[in-house]
C-alpha cells in the first residue's frame, strides 16, 4: 500500500468539488482531519454561534465519508504541532488542503509547509484572491470595479464531483470524540432555535440551494423586506465551505429577473478577502487613518447602552427584532443588519469593533473579511465605504421595507399593534410598560454622531 496522505479540513467541510480531497484520493489511502485550533487565531477563535454550527457539520461530514468506508479524525491543538505528529503517527508526508486567507490561517500555513510536503488548492472563493488585478497591477480596493473584473472571468470552472472512491488506510489512527470538545452550549442552552432553522452540512447547504433557485430571480425586490426573507440564507453554509460558490454560481447565474444582483453578492465574498490579504488586521484597524481620531463614547460610558442594543431593548423596533432575531437564531436578516449597526455606529456613538466582535461570537456565519468589511462599510471607515453622514433612520426604515410583521415576529410585547404605529409605538402613544423608551432620540443621537465626525472631518 502506498503513504497514507492527509487531507487537512478547516473552513471546506464538503466532499464535492473539494480540490484537497480530490487530489489526496488520485494519491494513496487518504486519512481526512480537523484540527480544532483555538491557539493559532487567538482572540479569533470562533464564537459560541459558530462552535454549534460546526459541531454538526462535522458530525454530518463524518457521516458523508464513512459512506464512502472513510472517516474523519479529529484532534485539537496547535496545528503545525497536530498535523506534524499525526503525519509521523501514520507514516505520512504530504498533506492537501485548500488554501485560507485569514492572516493566522496563512501564518499556520507557512508553518505547516516547513515541516510537512503541503500542497494548497484553490476553492473556497469564484477566484483566488489576488487573481483579478488593477491597470497598475494592483489589488482592488473598490468594489464596483472588482466585480466588473472579476465577471469577465466568470463563470467559474465546473464543480468537481466527489471521488467515486476513496482509499482508505488499513488502520486508522486515534480520534476524538467530537462530543467531548463541548461546542453545543448546555447551561444555559442558548441555541435551542437554531436547530429549527438550520441544517448545518453539505446536503443542507445543497438543499438551501435548491430552495433558493425559483427565489433568485426576485432576489433584487425581495432581499431588502426582513417579512418575507427574500435573501438566500447562505452564507453559513458557504462560511464553512459545506457547499463551493462555483457550486452556488453555475446552479443560480440562469435564474433570470434580478439573479444577477445575488450573484454581485456572491462576489462581495471574494472582494472581503482580497482586501482582508491586503490589510491583515481589517477587523480590528480603521480603512481610513482620520477614523483612528474620532471620538466615540467611552464603553465605560455607554455600557448601558451597549448593553440594552445586544438584547433588543433599545426602544426602536426594528432595531430589536433584528437583535432577538440573531440571539434566537444566530442570524439577523441583512438589511436589518445595516440598520442595527448605524444604530449602535451612529445613533450610540459605540466604536464599530465593539459590534463587529458581538457579530463574531452570536453569527453563525460570522467570517472575518466579510463582517470586518460589512461593519466598516456602515461605519464609513472602511477604504469602500458609505459616507459617516449617511445616518439611517430606523423609524423611516422600518415602514418603508415594510418591517411590522417581522417585528411582530421578534418582539412579542408588540405582536398586538397593528398598522404603522408598529414602527414607532411610543409616539403613536400605545407603547405597552413592558417594552423601553428609546433610549436615545432619534434627532439626539444623529447630531451626537455628526459633531463627532466634524472633530475628523478635515483629517
Keep these: 500500500m502506498s503513504e497514507p496522505v492527509i487531507v487537512w479540513f478547516r473552513r471546506d467541510l464538503r466532499l464535492?468539488?473539494?480540490?484537497?480531497?480530490?487530489?489526496?484520493?488520485?494519491e494513496g489511502p487518504v486519512v481526512p482531519v480537523y484540527v480544532l485550533d483555538d491557539e493559532?487565531?487567538?482572540h479569533r477563535a470562533m464564537g459560541g454561534a459558530s462552535r454549534w454550527w460546526l459541531h454538526h457539520s462535522l458530525k454530518r461530514l463524518d457521516e458523508s465519508l464513512r459512506a464512502k468506508g472513510a472517516r474523519l479524525i479529529l484532534r485539537r491543538g496547535k496545528s503545525e504541532q497536530v498535523l506534524t505528529e499525526l503525519a509521523k503517527e501514520i507514516g505520512a508526508t504530504r498533506i492537501h488542503a485548500l488554501h485560507h486567507y485569514e492572516?493566522?490561517?496563512?501564518?499556520?500555513?507557512?508553518?505547516?509547509?516547513?515541516?510537512?510536503?503541503?500542497?494548497?488548492?484553490?476553492?473556497?472563493?469564484?477566484?483566488?484572491?489576488?487573481?483579478?488585478?488593477?491597470?497598475?497591477?494592483?489589488m482592488y480596493k473598490i468594489y464596483t470595479p472588482f466585480w466588473r473584473a472579476l465577471s469577465e472571468h466568470m463563470p467559474p470552472p465546473e464543480p468537481v464531483r466527489t471521488p467515486a472512491r476513496i482509499e482508505t488506510p488499513a488502520t486508522w489512527p486515534d480520534s476524538d470524540a467530537l462530543e467531548d470538545w463541548a461546542l453545543l452550549p448546555v447551561k444555559p442552552d442558548w441555541a435551542t432555535g437554531f436547530a429549527e432553522e438550520w441544517t448545518p452540512g453539505e446536503d443542507g447547504a445543497r438543499a438551501r440551494v435548491a430552495s433558493f433557485i425559483d427565489e433568485a430571480a426576485a432576489y433584487e425586490e425581495r432581499r431588502n423586506i426582513p417579512s418575507v426573507e427574500g435573501t438566500s440564507r447562505l452564507s453559513p453554509h458557504l462560511h464553512f465551505g459545506e457547499v463551493s460558490p462555483a457550486y452556488v454560481w453555475h446552479r443560480l447565474h440562469d435564474a433570470g429577473g434580478s439573479v444577477e444582483t445575488f450573484l454581485k453578492e456572491l462576489v462581495w465574498r471574494d472582494y472581503a478577502q482580497n482586501l482582508i490579504c491586503q490589510f491583515p488586521a481589517y477587523g480590528k484597524e480603521n480603512g481610513r487613518a482620520q477614523f483612528d481620531a474620532l471620538p466615540w463614547r467611552d464603553l465605560r460610558e455607554a455600557k448601558g447602552d451597549f448593553a440594552a442594543w445586544k438584547c433588543g431593548m433599545t426602544g426602536y423596533p426594528i432595531v430589536d427584532a433584528g437583535m432577538r432575531e440573531l440571539w434566537a437564531t444566530g442570524w439577523?436578516?441583512?438589511?436589518?443588519?445595516?440598520?442595527?449597526?448605524?444604530f449602535l455606529i451612529k445613533h450610540l456613538l459605540v466604536d464599530w469593533r465593539h459590534g463587529e466582535q458581538w457579530f463574531?461570537?452570536?453569527l453563525v456565519d460570522a467570517d472575518y473579511a466579510s463582517n470586518a468589511t460589512n461593519w466598516q462599510w456602515v461605519a464609513g471607515s472602511g477604504v469602500d465605504a458609505n459616507i459617516f453622514t449617511r445616518i439611517m433612520a430606523p423609524l423611516t426604515q422600518s415602514p418603508k421595507f415594510d418591517a411590522g410583521d417581522y417585528i411582530r415576529r421578534w418582539v412579542p410585547e408588540l405582536a398586538h399593534i397593528r398598522g404603522d404605529a408598529?414602527?414607532?409605538?411610543?409616539?403613536?402613544?400605545?407603547?405597552?410598560a413592558?417594552?423601553?423608551?428609546?433610549?436615545?432620540?432619534?434627532r439626539e443621537g444623529r447630531e451626537r454622531a455628526l459633531a463627532a465626525f466634524s472633530r475628523i472631518k478635515g483629517g
Excluded at 16 to 26: K, N, T
Excluded at 332 to 342: L, Y
Excluded at 422 to 432: L, N, Q, V, W
Design 103 to 138: 492572516p493566522w490561517w496563512r501564518n499556520a500555513e507557512k508553518a505547516v509547509g516547513e515541516k510537512l510536503d503541503l500542497r494548497l488548492h484553490d476553492g473556497n472563493y469564484l477566484l483566488p484572491p489576488g487573481t483579478v488585478r488593477t491597470g497598475s497591477g494592483g
Design 360 to 362: 463574531w461570537d452570536t
Design 16 to 26: 464535492s468539488d473539494q480540490a484537497a480531497l480530490a487530489a489526496a484520493a488520485r
Design 40 to 42: 493559532t487565531p487567538r
Design 332 to 342: 439577523m436578516h441583512n438589511r436589518v443588519r445595516m440598520i442595527a449597526a448605524s
Design 434 to 442: 413592558k417594552y423601553p423608551a428609546k433610549i436615545v432620540e432619534h
Design 422 to 432: 408598529i414602527h414607532d409605538p411610543e409616539e403613536y402613544g400605545c407603547r405597552p
